[in-house]
């Protein structure tokens, strides 16, 4: 199974080599890409540097326009399967294997990293807006999870095909399983292991811009 290793990116000069270093430990370079969504520091020029596809948009145009490039991306470099993780050093490069298992065994099409399979330490505020953005995601989309904000994330070639993400913004997370749904296909979630550091924290929603998060769900919710 080719499996291609997306990883949306804005200004994340400062962490983006150690997350790279990790990553093609476990994966060849040729099989990683990076989405640069307009970034202004030097986040491109370093991925380059380490022989990685970099993926540059001319405009930030958020993560789920990241995300909705990153799964073309993987199809065009012919992926049987393409895992989502996040470039700010949140996520252990190390578990991608275990997202992996249930699409080798044809367990799943979509698999999730969820941070609550297990009990570990986090923030208040981020387990609230979770459980939150769980609640938001069964009501207006009638799929349930555990861990809808999740950036971990599993896809099979044909999940990927037929993922179809119109979102640019946060609300992305939460689009994933609108896309899941309506396209039945068969989800699996998996414990992850979430690390917290200042830096990672620091890309976190605003309470103002979960409000327009939600907003923007519920136009998603009514679009024809």
Not at 12 to 21: A, H, P, R, T
Not at 194 to 202: D, H, K, L, N
Request: no cysteine; charged share 25%.
């Amino acid at each position: 199974m080719k499996t291609v290793v997306v990883i949306p990116a804005y200004n994340e000069e400062k962490v983006i080599q150690g997350v790279l270093d990790e990553v093609k430990q476990l994966i060849a370079p040729e099989n990683i890409i990076v989405i640069d969504d307009g970034s202004y520091d030097n986040t491109a020029q370093i991925v380059k540097n380490n022989g990685i596809t970099v993926y540059s948009h001319i405009i930030n145009r958020g993560l789920g326009g990241a995300l909705g490039t990153g799964l073309k991306a993987g199809l065009l470099h012919d992926a049987d399967a393409v895992i989502t993780l996040d470039a700010d050093g949140q996520h252990k490069p190390e578990e991608l294997k275990n997202l992996l298992e249930p699409l080798e065994k044809d367990q799943a099409d979509v698999v999730i990293g969820s941070r609550f399979l297990t009990s570990q330490k986090m923030p208040k505020m981020r387990r609230l807006f979770n459980f939150v953005g769980n609640m938001i995601t069964w009501v207006l989309f009638g799929i349930w999870t555990t861990d809808s904000q999740s950036g971990y994330r599993a896809f099979n070639r044909r999940a990927a095909r037929l993922i179809e993400i119109k979102t640019n913004k946060m609300e992305v997370s939460s689009e994933f399983f609108k896309e899941i749904k309506g396209n039945n296909l068969r989800l699996k979630e998996v414990p992850i292991t979430a690390i917290y550091t200042e830096y990672s924290m620091s890309k976190g929603q605003s309470f103002t811009e979960g409000l327009k998060t939600v907003v923007r769900l519920i136009l998603l919710r009514f679009r024809k």
